[in-house]
């Protein structure tokens, strides 16, 4: 227990890349995962406010999920959760047929 009786409880946050991968894609609708794949990669950028704003949030990156945020290789939380988005788009491309 914390100084004056509260007690103190530690989020569990994901701590490898892989791990909040994971967590994010079950986090996303089928439908947003159809959204994300089909973005091309040069405009992941455009998510820093939506998406990249919920993994900074959602996975502590903000909270001192210091694990995941060296598991990045990133010193910055605005980084890292780009490192993130870009691994969940190609998670997302293993997935979509490609036509020949």
Do not use: C, Y
């Not at 947003?32 to 919920?54: I, K, N, Y």
Request: charged content about 30%.
């Amino acid at each position: 227990m914390a100084e004056g009786g509260a007690l103190t409880v530690e989020k569990e946050w994901p701590e490898t890349v892989d791990e909040a991968v994971r967590v994010v894609l079950d986090a996303l609708s089928e439908d947003e995962q159809t959204q994300l794949a089909a973005l091309p990669e040069g405009r992941l950028f455009e998510l820093h406010f939506g998406l990249g704003m919920w993994i900074r949030n959602h996975l502590g990156l903000w909270s001192g999920n210091r694990r995941l945020l060296e598991a990045s290789g990133e010193r910055h939380p605005d980084d890292a959760s780009m490192v993130i988005t870009v691994a969940v788009w190609r998670r997302l491309q293993e997935d979509v047929p490609k036509v020949h």
